[in-house]
């Protein structure tokens, strides 16, 4: 069965913090994603990864960077924490093939991030 | 203007109900769509791709229409269990990156 783990459900942080979130999948997907969802504004794509030690930045990645040292792992770092970066953050991994089966997202239970 | 649109509802239905969603794009060379479903507090999962052709599974039938550019996902004799958040999914233009557009999503409540 597929899986992909997030290091925490639910996480407080203070402004300024550096934070880890940490994502592992059992898949051996070579394509990995970092999101996060706010309310109205659906999933936004923060940085991927499609092989190990490669990452290249989504749509928001400002004040986000990323670590991909094994192909099972990739985090995402909030490098000082902020107010408005307070949301879910939805790691995703994906196989590198062919057709549809690419654009099959399998999706982690998402880390709550709140930053006080 | 958004990438993918979609109308937040709720849709509130009761159970048996045919409920329909419709979803904008905004880019004319999309190239791939799908709808993902999301139940509350949980993670998204596929649900369905959606073919030029249509595609039915089941109680679901999506559809594209590349003229307007909109897809839409029809559920029949809607049940509890239906009860989601449905997400419009695109691909971007560059299809090298196997990342996917996420619209907002349109919250479904079946009532019994």
């Known amino acids: 069965d597929v899986k992909v783990t997030q290091s925490s459900r639910y996480l407080v942080k203070r402004t300024g913090e550096k934070v880890f979130l940490e994502c592992v999948q059992d898949m051996d997907h070579e394509n990995m994603f970092w999101y996060r969802q706010d309310p109205g504004l659906g999933l936004r794509l923060i940085y991927f990864s499609y092989d190990v030690k490669m990452k290249e930045k989504g749509d928001i990645p400002e004040g986000y960077s990323v670590s991909r040292e094994k192909k099972e792992r990739f985090s995402l770092i909030l490098e000082s924490a902020s107010t408005n970066q307070t949301s879910m953050y939805l790691c995703?991994?994906?196989?590198?093939?062919?057709?549809?089966?690419?654009?099959?997202?399998?999706f982690g239970p998402g880390t709550r991030l709140t930053v006080t | 203007r958004k990438e993918v649109e979609q109308d937040p509802g709720p849709f509130n239905v009761p159970e048996g109900a045919t409920v329909a969603f419709n979803c904008t794009y905004s880019n004319s060379a999309s190239q791939s769509f799908f709808w993902y479903r999301q139940d509350c507090r949980k993670e998204p999962k596929l649900l369905m791709s959606?073919?030029?052709s249509g595609n039915e599974d089941g109680r679901f039938t999506a559809q594209l229409n590349r003229a307007s550019q909109y897809i839409s996902l029809l559920i029949r004799d809607s049940k509890l269990s239906d009860s989601a958040t449905y997400l419009c999914?695109?691909?971007?233009?560059?299809?090298?990156?196997?990342?996917?557009?996420f619209g907002s999503g349109t919250r479904l409540q079946v009532q019994p």
């Open positions: 995703a991994s994906s196989l590198l093939v062919g057709g549809t089966r690419a654009y099959e997202q399998y």
């Open positions: 959606v073919y030029s």
């Open positions: 999914v695109v691909t971007p233009l560059d299809t090298g990156r196997r990342a996917l557009t």
